[in-house]
């Protein structure tokens, strides 16, 4: 029995033309592929700006982002912007 | 010319005839037919001031109050809502045609009127200056929004903010404010001179009776407002009227979610909502009195 390889790296979709605004606090994101809004705090945002930059596995992200400790809440997000289809597995 | 122009036989018989009755109830003209003993009289109350659609105009809604042939016709007797045809609507009791058509009404505007954004909520305005009332049933949307217009605040809907994505303006759509239960006395005793259509008792909403659109909104009703404030009530029996500014962030998603069509005008309803909500402010009101939530929204406007 053999199993999928597990992604190691995340990138955003090639099309995502996503409309984003700033309302005080609070990044509202319409991806017209799904017609769908999300809300996204500045963490998600600083992410998805980070796989603007290309296609990287977690501690990649990490680094970008200047972020040390326990990754475990970047990989929460990771799967939630999947999950949302923001954000793509790429697979090895 | 108006509804109230014509007499009652005179709207009987044109409600009755197979092209029915057409007017302009705002940025719609409605065609109604209906055969129903009684209604045509309560029609006029509620819509004499509305302009009558004669020819030449092509109609948005095409309304039939249908009774039925058979036993319902006769014993214990229904009335059907039709719109282009039979709806899923359930049949109301036949002397309940009034609160039928209402209900039927707003279904057809839900339904058909994806043009616009279509929010859930009642709108008065000052002037150009539109103040929004979203609310969820019993939240004391209908009995504030009514005790506003008593008070000289312009109605352009008790049901829905008819929002333009093109222009951010907000179209009015004046028509009856139907008040419900105990918000039936409230209202008689906050203004003893309000008209009242008759009281429907044991609909699904429990004991109704509709609230006349003041004429002055009626002549009104082309001209558009806009939003400035978005006020969420919340009636509590014995409070006193308290209004709790709102971040715009949660005012962003409120409008989303109050929006009965929000995910079917794609990015146009998103472009619209982010434009609403950086044009408006935003508040909770909790009140147990109408006439301290007036004057707290009478302050509102004047600063």
């Known amino acids: 029995m053999t199993s999928a390889p597990l992604p190691i790296s995340w990138a955003i979709g090639k099309d995502a033309s996503w409309i984003w605004e700033s309302i005080e606090n609070s990044f509202f994101l319409f991806n017209p592929h799904s017609g769908e809004t999300h809300l996204l705090n500045a963490a998600a945002v600083e992410m998805l700006e980070a796989l603007r930059e290309g296609a990287a596995s977690l501690p990649e992200l990490l680094d970008r982002l200047g972020v040390a400790g326990d990754p475990a809440p970047y990989r929460a997000l990771l799967e939630e912007l999947d999950r949302f289809g923001l954000i793509v597995p790429a697979w090895t | ?303």
């Open chain 2, 1 to 303: 010319m108006k509804i109230g122009a014509l007499t009652t036989g005179e709207t009987t018989r044109r409600l009755a005839s197979a092209d029915g009755l057409a007017w302009r109830a705002g940025p719609f003209v409605v065609r109604l037919r209906a055969d129903v003993p009684g209604f045509a009289g309560q029609l006029r109350l509620l819509y004499g001031e509305h302009r009558l659609v004669e020819t030449g105009e092509t109609n948005d809604f095409h309304l039939e109050l249908a009774r039925p042939w058979g036993l319902r016709r006769w014993w214990r007797p229904k009335v059907f809502f039709e719109m282009d045809g039979p709806t899923r609507m359930a049949p109301f009791p036949l002397d309940h045609a009034l609160p039928l058509f209402e209900w039927g009404f707003n279904y057809a505007i839900a339904t058909r009127a994806n043009h616009y954004l279509l929010l859930h909520a009642a709108v008065v305005a000052q002037g150009e200056r539109a103040l929004l009332l979203p609310g969820l049933p019993g939240s004391g949307k209908s009995t504030l929004c009514a005790a506003l217009v008593l008070r000289g605040w312009r109605l352009l809907s008790d049901e829905f903010g008819l929002l333009r994505p093109s222009s951010g303006l907000l179209a009015p759509l004046p028509r009856s404010i139907a008040l419900k239960n105990a918000s039936i006395a409230v209202i008689r005793a906050f203004e003893p001179s309000a008209v009242l259509g008759p009281e429907f008792p044991k609909t699904r909403k429990g004991t109704v009776a509709h609230l006349r659109p003041p004429p002055e909104s009626v002549r009104a009703q082309e001209q558009g407002a806009r939003p400035v404030w978005v006020v969420s009530p919340r009636f509590e029996a014995g409070a006193a009227a308290r209004l709790v500014p709102l971040p715009r962030d949660h005012g962003f998603l409120r409008l989303a979610h109050n929006a009965f069509n929000y995910e079917l005008q794609g990015e146009r309803g998103f472009r619209a909502v982010t434009r609403m909500t950086r044009a408006c402010r935003f508040f909770d009101l909790t009140f147990g009195d109408p006439g301290e939530a007036v004057a707290l929204l009478d302050g509102l406007a004047a600063s």
